[in-house]
């Protein structure tokens, strides 16, 4: 069993910075990329970045030069680290990774609880 504990969401005035954090734990046999999404109301979930397994990123056009995902594979934990934050960037982000807990068991899709980020102006 896998479990996504998100954590570092927070308000933060534009501008402003906020690293979220995302933990993987239980059984876990392997950990293959690593994403954020996020969603505001009324609006569908988006990805906002990426990182796979080999460490390649990619990015939502908004948040490019911005943010920033990186991964400890030996914490299996992700990070987004948010810079320049703005009013539009409000949502709850959503962590995601795709795993296997065990060695016969097939890779699936984990999400964690979600995390509120909120920017005022």
């Known amino acids: 069993q896998v479990q996504l504990v998100e954590s570092g969401g927070g308000l933060v005035q534009a501008g402003g910075s906020l690293r979220l954090s995302c933990a993987a734990s239980g059984t876990i046999f392997s950990i293959g990329a690593m994403d954020w999404y996020r969603q505001a109301p009324g609006k569908q979930r988006e990805l906002v970045a990426g990182i796979t397994s080999g460490g390649n990123t990619n990015y939502a056009d908004s948040v490019k030069g911005r943010f920033t995902i990186s991964r400890d594979n030996a914490k299996n934990t992700v990070y987004l680290q948010m810079n320049s934050l703005k009013p539009e960037d409000t949502a709850v982000y959503y962590c995601?990774?795709?795993?296997?807990?065990?060695?016969?068991?097939?890779?699936?899709?984990?999400w964690g609880q979600g995390t509120q980020v909120t920017v005022s102006s």
């Open positions: 995601r990774c795709n795993a296997a807990p065990s060695r016969a068991a097939w890779y699936r899709d984990y």
